[in-house]
């Protein structure tokens, strides 16, 4: 390992290391535009010069490896007189556009302008001018204030592996551009207005809306998909206007999807603010006494095996718990979080969580993945497969449907009893399996919803014990959930047991009473017309339209709830705004229930329902925690035939998928433009 001199002070550090990281490592602040330690290097911006001895002129420290017996010095008056020049062509064509900047504030090169510029310009020639790119409804561009940077081309080309912009011309003609003008197509485009170093590329939803001193900012996480991305919501007053990124380098490291950042204007449109009863055919409003007593008089009347919950993709960990309870104390077992009809239990934690972890993608070195696409499941885990595919050369192959998954990868076809030839040792794959050292296997949760899922699961099972994708040191069995709460329900188990109806049942059956607790995703033309629906949510989506009863409940942003992400994660949302008008968090309403129906409520706060979901699962005693476990069943069961040959996807369109997506004019934007769904009308 290269020892090297920075300022007098001697450092040794891995070889391939930048001399920019080894003055990091030594706390010593280089500045830059050009240069993100997540992106391949440029060295075109010119702004971290530094002097090195025995070179007659400044070197850039982003592109400049550090070697053996280098002495570095970064604060000398060439240096200074370097970067001053630097920062004196950069501000050449720049637009004084500051006071109504949307990056005013944030911005890289006023903050660096201020501490390394000369303090005056010697340019007093025309300023150029740039036509503006059209980039879509998500991004807005302001080219004149570009600096060529070129970070937001590498981030779609390297990271979301979407090459979509690029540089046109030389020298004072050079101009980033999509070529041609349309919208960008990356699930996480939105990024490259975070990594942009100047205002030329800002949000286009959040333009002119606030300016980031006036915002309240919380941390936070998401549960638009099941990844659980750390994010940052900035609020005024009882309004989130924006959503950033968090880093984590175990998760999302610091990206984010755009229906992540983008959708939260629907967290405002089509809310549910007032307790509804089912007057005639009507919904009325009504207080929460009346509806309270509405809801109590039917369960009374109601027989405990016909009265079940179904939880719905958003829904928080302690709602199913307290639900869960209230159940009990009833005497029914009719619960259920698989509102997708997937038919998992929880004996096996690993038959339902993603066991490698998102981190864990860049060691492996072959994936299967099998009836499931993650670049619209979960847009960020695709992300890190494919920075494990250009990094550690990962070796993908797809069992599904062909999609366009932003890097290479070898089809197999779309037929599950390729599966068989595999596990039988029948098929020219086996032999790129066998040479593996860390496999992988994906399964999409849809492939869980299958009538012959026992049968993909059987196969499955006999390919992970013989390839070894299971060891003491590796766990490469995945399952890609794509609902927040799923993981987080099947870990306390709500689940029907033997005497329990699962939601096929209790969506085609008769029930007395059925609690929906945001479930908008079940199949509503099959449930039955006499069942009496209560809708516990916070949008007037399919559920609240099928209702009898209505109990207005709160979003991911309104409450402190825990979740638990696909690799098995448990998180916990945080308050940023207040729940509208009488809507109140959803286990809240549930302990109402159960005061009005007259049982005994084990609780009186949300840390009393905690200390029950750490009794209940161990994983909930520590936040943010991953519990390993390499448990997983050598028997599969007895095959069975598949019942159909080929795999579906579950979306049709990503960026309407819950709720909050469903009722974003954003997003509605996105599905028109992007996705071609012209029928799709803006809320």
């Given at each position: 390992m290269p020892k090297l001199t920075i300022d007098g002070k001697e450092i040794v550090v891995e070889e391939g290391t930048t001399v920019i990281q080894a003055c990091e490592t030594l706390g010593i602040e280089i500045p830059r535009f050009c240069y993100h330690e997540r992106l391949a290097i440029a060295g075109n911006c010119r702004m971290c010069l530094v002097e090195m001895e025995k070179s007659p002129k400044p070197v850039a420290s982003c592109a400049q490896p550090a070697l053996e017996g280098m002495v570095i010095k970064t604060d000398t008056p060439m240096v200074k007189k370097a970067r001053e020049g630097v920062m004196e062509f950069l501000l050449i064509n720049h637009p004084l556009d500051c006071p109504i900047c949307d990056q005013g504030g944030e911005c890289d090169l006023q903050d660096q302008a201020f501490f390394y510029g000369r303090g005056k310009n010697r340019y007093t020639e025309e300023k150029r001018a740039v036509k503006d790119k059209y980039m879509g409804p998500l991004v807005a561009t302001h080219m004149t204030r570009c600096i060529h940077c070129t970070r937001c081309v590498r981030f779609l080309e390297d990271v979301a592996g979407t090459p979509e912009l690029g540089a046109i011309g030389r020298g004072e003609e050079m101009e980033v551009t999509t070529y041609i003008e349309k919208s960008l197509s990356s699930e996480l485009s939105g990024n490259i207005i975070d990594l942009c170093p100047v205002g030329a590329l800002t949000s286009k939803p959040y333009a002119f809306k606030a300016r980031n001193w006036e915002l309240k900012k919380t941390e936070t996480i998401d549960v638009l998909d099941a990844v659980g991305s750390n994010i940052r919501a900035d609020s005024r007053g009882r309004e989130i206007m924006r959503i950033l990124p968090r880093i984590n380098d175990d998760i999302n490291e610091e990206w984010i999807s755009d229906k992540t950042r983008f959708s939260y204007d629907g967290l405002k449109y089509q809310r549910l603010d007032t307790p509804m009863v089912k007057k005639g055919d009507l919904l009325e409003a009504v207080s929460w006494e009346e509806a309270l007593s509405t809801l109590a008089d039917k369960i009374t009347k109601s027989s405990a095996e016909k009265i079940?919950?179904?939880?719905?993709?958003?829904?928080?960990?302690?709602?199913?718990?307290?639900t869960k309870e209230m159940l009990q104390k009833l005497g029914s077992a009719n619960f259920d979080c698989r509102q997708d009809g997937s038919q998992v239990d929880n004996k096996y934690r690993s038959l339902y969580t993603f066991n490698t972890t998102i981190a864990g993608i860049e060691q492996a070195d072959i994936c299967l993945i099998i009836g499931s696409n993650p670049r619209h499941e979960a847009a960020i885990l695709n992300a890190r497969i494919r920075k494990a595919h250009l990094y550690n050369n990962l070796k993908v192959a797809v069992i599904g449907e062909k999609v366009d998954l932003t890097y290479p990868y070898r089809y197999l076809g779309n037929n599950a009893w390729i599966l068989k030839q595999i596990a039988d040792g029948d098929h020219p794959y086996c032999s790129i399996l066998?040479?593996?050292?860390?496999?992988?296997?994906?399964?999409?949760?849809?492939?869980?919803?299958?009538?012959?899922?026992?049968?993909?699961?059987?196969?499955v099972k006999r390919i992970v014990n013989e390839y070894k994708v299971i060891r003491d040191d590796w766990n490469g069995f995945n399952v890609l959930q794509r609902a927040a709460s799923r993981v987080g329900g099947l870990d306390i188990g709500f689940i029907p047991g033997k005497s329990g109806k699962s939601v096929n049942r209790m969506v085609t059956e008769k029930m007395d009473v059925l609690f929906l607790l945001g479930a908008d995703e079940i199949n509503f033309s099959k449930l039955h017309l006499d069942t009496f629906v209560v809708y516990i949510g916070h949008h007037g989506d399919k559920g609240a339209h099928r209702a009898d009863i209505i109990l207005p409940g709160a979003t991911y942003t309104e409450k402190e709830a825990t979740y638990v992400n696909l690799e098995g994660r448990p998180q916990r949302t945080n308050l940023v705004v207040y729940p509208p008008n009488e809507a109140k968090e959803d286990w809240v309403i549930i302990s109402d229930i159960i005061r009005s129906l007259r049982l005994d409520l084990d609780y009186s706060n949300v840390k009393q329902v905690r200390n029950k979901m750490s009794e209940v699962a161990k994983i909930f005693e520590q936040m943010n925690r991953i519990k390993v476990s390499n448990e997983f069943p050598e028997k599969g069961g007895k095959f069975k035939d598949f019942l159909s040959d080929n795999f579906t996807n579950p979306f049709e369109n990503y960026y309407m998928t819950d709720p909050i997506s469903r009722n974003s004019r954003t997003m509605a934007l996105c599905t028109k433009e992007i996705t071609g769904s012209a029928?799709?009308?803006v809320a």
């Amino acid at each position: 390992m290269p020892k090297l001199t920075i300022d007098g002070k001697e450092i040794v550090v891995e070889e391939g290391t930048t001399v920019i990281q080894a003055c990091e490592t030594l706390g010593i602040e280089i500045p830059r535009f050009c240069y993100h330690e997540r992106l391949a290097i440029a060295g075109n911006c010119r702004m971290c010069l530094v002097e090195m001895e025995k070179s007659p002129k400044p070197v850039a420290s982003c592109a400049q490896p550090a070697l053996e017996g280098m002495v570095i010095k970064t604060d000398t008056p060439m240096v200074k007189k370097a970067r001053e020049g630097v920062m004196e062509f950069l501000l050449i064509n720049h637009p004084l556009d500051c006071p109504i900047c949307d990056q005013g504030g944030e911005c890289d090169l006023q903050d660096q302008a201020f501490f390394y510029g000369r303090g005056k310009n010697r340019y007093t020639e025309e300023k150029r001018a740039v036509k503006d790119k059209y980039m879509g409804p998500l991004v807005a561009t302001h080219m004149t204030r570009c600096i060529h940077c070129t970070r937001c081309v590498r981030f779609l080309e390297d990271v979301a592996g979407t090459p979509e912009l690029g540089a046109i011309g030389r020298g004072e003609e050079m101009e980033v551009t999509t070529y041609i003008e349309k919208s960008l197509s990356s699930e996480l485009s939105g990024n490259i207005i975070d990594l942009c170093p100047v205002g030329a590329l800002t949000s286009k939803p959040y333009a002119f809306k606030a300016r980031n001193w006036e915002l309240k900012k919380t941390e936070t996480i998401d549960v638009l998909d099941a990844v659980g991305s750390n994010i940052r919501a900035d609020s005024r007053g009882r309004e989130i206007m924006r959503i950033l990124p968090r880093i984590n380098d175990d998760i999302n490291e610091e990206w984010i999807s755009d229906k992540t950042r983008f959708s939260y204007d629907g967290l405002k449109y089509q809310r549910l603010d007032t307790p509804m009863v089912k007057k005639g055919d009507l919904l009325e409003a009504v207080s929460w006494e009346e509806a309270l007593s509405t809801l109590a008089d039917k369960i009374t009347k109601s027989s405990a095996e016909k009265i079940g919950a179904i939880a719905g993709d958003l829904t928080d960990v302690e709602t199913m718990l307290v639900t869960k309870e209230m159940l009990q104390k009833l005497g029914s077992a009719n619960f259920d979080c698989r509102q997708d009809g997937s038919q998992v239990d929880n004996k096996y934690r690993s038959l339902y969580t993603f066991n490698t972890t998102i981190a864990g993608i860049e060691q492996a070195d072959i994936c299967l993945i099998i009836g499931s696409n993650p670049r619209h499941e979960a847009a960020i885990l695709n992300a890190r497969i494919r920075k494990a595919h250009l990094y550690n050369n990962l070796k993908v192959a797809v069992i599904g449907e062909k999609v366009d998954l932003t890097y290479p990868y070898r089809y197999l076809g779309n037929n599950a009893w390729i599966l068989k030839q595999i596990a039988d040792g029948d098929h020219p794959y086996c032999s790129i399996l066998n040479s593996a050292k860390n496999p992988m296997i994906i399964i999409g949760s849809q492939v869980l919803c299958r009538d012959d899922f026992e049968a993909t699961l059987y196969q499955v099972k006999r390919i992970v014990n013989e390839y070894k994708v299971i060891r003491d040191d590796w766990n490469g069995f995945n399952v890609l959930q794509r609902a927040a709460s799923r993981v987080g329900g099947l870990d306390i188990g709500f689940i029907p047991g033997k005497s329990g109806k699962s939601v096929n049942r209790m969506v085609t059956e008769k029930m007395d009473v059925l609690f929906l607790l945001g479930a908008d995703e079940i199949n509503f033309s099959k449930l039955h017309l006499d069942t009496f629906v209560v809708y516990i949510g916070h949008h007037g989506d399919k559920g609240a339209h099928r209702a009898d009863i209505i109990l207005p409940g709160a979003t991911y942003t309104e409450k402190e709830a825990t979740y638990v992400n696909l690799e098995g994660r448990p998180q916990r949302t945080n308050l940023v705004v207040y729940p509208p008008n009488e809507a109140k968090e959803d286990w809240v309403i549930i302990s109402d229930i159960i005061r009005s129906l007259r049982l005994d409520l084990d609780y009186s706060n949300v840390k009393q329902v905690r200390n029950k979901m750490s009794e209940v699962a161990k994983i909930f005693e520590q936040m943010n925690r991953i519990k390993v476990s390499n448990e997983f069943p050598e028997k599969g069961g007895k095959f069975k035939d598949f019942l159909s040959d080929n795999f579906t996807n579950p979306f049709e369109n990503y960026y309407m998928t819950d709720p909050i997506s469903r009722n974003s004019r954003t997003m509605a934007l996105c599905t028109k433009e992007i996705t071609g769904s012209a029928d799709q009308k803006v809320a």
